[in-house]
């Protein structure tokens, strides 16, 4: 049956309102990705930037138009074989009780110590877990002890990579991170080739990536590079002097 290959994203006249309302919240998008780009996503809050990243794994389902992944429209695959290609960092990190290693391994119990590691230590946490009492073993989460904003993103990133997606999705999770740690993690990310969305607040982010869609209200305002946004849409050229 059907898995995910490549990690190539394409929206086709995308439509979405939530299922207890009508009203519009994603208009009309058409966009695509290639396999091993990363896409900035911007826009004002309540513009539909999460709403839009909810429908690649089909945490909501399109009410118009198609979402596809390698060519295939997601309802066609088997949902966890389509969500196990995909690494979602929610913009609010959820932590588990739990050791810090089976918060990272969460969703991947087959994962070895080396390969939790080797997520921490891209999603920039390692040097903090080697600071905490227990190390991996540490206890988060309920009687367990407290972590910042920030390190709750980076364990939450780390779970993401540990499975190795073909497609990740950061909902603003480097919020946090001041812009030496985010410039190492962006550069760590490169290195696991996978079709990267990222909505971000950032311009220093924004300008890193492939394509950045500016969303405003639901609809695409602009499409295209950094360079090509300044010429083209005059709502880039006001957040970028903001
Ligand atoms: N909305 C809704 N029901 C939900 C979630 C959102 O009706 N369960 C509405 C609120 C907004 C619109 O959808 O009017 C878009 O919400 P998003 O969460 O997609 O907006 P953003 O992610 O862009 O906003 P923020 O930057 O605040 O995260
Ligand atoms: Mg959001």
Request: net charge negative.
């Amino acid at each position: 049956s059907l898995t995910i290959n490549k990690g190539a994203v394409e929206f086709k006249n995308v439509s979405f309102h939530y299922p207890e309302s009508d009203v519009p919240v994603l208009r009309n998008l058409s966009f695509s990705v290639k396999p091993g780009e990363t896409l900035a996503i911007l826009g004002s809050t309540g513009s539909g930037k999460t709403s839009l990243f909810q429908l690649v794994p089909r945490l909501y389902d399109v009410t118009e138009g198609e979402v596809l992944v390698d060519g295939k429209n997601v309802m066609n695959y088997p949902i966890e074989k389509l969500r196990k290609g995909i690494g979602v960092v929610p913009q609010e990190a959820v932590l588990f009780t739990g050791s810090i290693t089976e918060n990272i391994g969460w969703g991947k119990e087959d994962a070895t110590s080396d390969e939790i590691i080797s997520a921490a230590v891209d999603a920039q946490i390692h040097e903090t877990v080697e600071k905490l009492p227990n190390q991996y073993d540490t206890r988060v989460g309920q009687r367990g002890v407290n972590l910042s904003g920030g390190q709750k993103q980076r364990l939450s990133i780390a779970r993401a990579l540990v499975r190795k997606p073909k497609i990740l999705m950061l909902d603003d999770s480097t919020s946090a991170l001041d812009l030496k740690t985010e410039g190492k993690l962006l550069k760590a990310l490169r290195t696991y080739s996978c079709t990267t969305f990222i909505i971000t607040q950032k311009i220093s982010t924004a300008m890193e990536a492939d394509h950045i869609l500016l969303l405003d209200d639901g609809a695409v305002e602009a499409w295209g590079t950094h360079e090509e946004l300044l010429n083209t849409s005059p709502l880039y050229v006001k957040i970028v002097q903001s």
